[in-house]
């Protein structure tokens, strides 16, 4: 008789909803990650191979640093006064730098996916998939 394999157990974690504030925190915060990715990117370009393999390894060099930000432990009223104050950005100016990022994101991807003979072997810009 053949013996049946025993499935292993998924453990999953329940979260709880975040709130509105919490939500647009964390949009607050990854508008400043992606003002601080672009800045490492310029600082480090010379140091950062060419391909994806180099974009990935750069993006790890980053987030290590990234996660020590001061920005994780603020809420949202102390991230507003973080961002407009000591940064001076307009807090619907960050969101429209996050937005675009976004968008020019959508935009690779959707090029990225278009053969050589479609392009005529033209080159749609940043390897770096971040």
């Given at each position: 008789?053949?013996?049946?394999?025993?499935?292993?157990?998924?453990?999953?974690?329940?979260?709880?909803?975040?709130?509105?504030?919490?939500?647009?925190?964390?949009?607050?915060?990854?508008?400043?990650?992606?003002?601080?990715?672009?800045?490492?990117?310029?600082?480090?370009?010379?140091?950062i191979p060419a391909g994806k393999e180099g974009g990935f390894a750069a993006y790890?060099?980053?987030?290590?640093?990234?996660?020590?930000?001061?920005?994780?432990?603020?809420?949202?009223?102390?991230?507003?006064?973080?961002?407009?104050?000591?940064?001076?950005?307009?807090?619907?100016?960050?969101?429209?730098?996050?937005?675009?990022?976004?968008?020019?994101?959508?935009?690779?991807?959707?090029?990225?996916?278009?053969?050589?003979?479609?392009?005529?072997?033209?080159?749609?810009?940043?390897?770096?998939?971040?």
């Amino acid at each position: 008789m053949a013996k049946v394999q025993e499935q292993p157990q998924v453990q999953f974690v329940f979260t709880e909803i975040p709130t509105k504030s919490q939500r647009a925190a964390s949009q607050l915060r990854d508008g400043l990650r992606i003002l601080k990715w672009i800045k490492f990117r310029q600082d480090n370009k010379a140091n950062i191979p060419a391909g994806k393999e180099g974009g990935f390894a750069a993006y790890a060099a980053f987030e290590a640093e990234w996660k020590n930000h001061p920005c994780h432990g603020m809420d949202l009223e102390a991230l507003k006064g973080y961002i407009t104050e000591t940064l001076g950005y307009p807090l619907t100016e960050l969101n429209e730098i996050r937005s675009k990022y976004y968008e020019s994101k959508k935009g690779y991807s959707v090029k990225a996916a278009i053969t050589p003979t479609e392009n005529n072997g033209e080159d749609f810009g940043d390897e770096i998939p971040y």
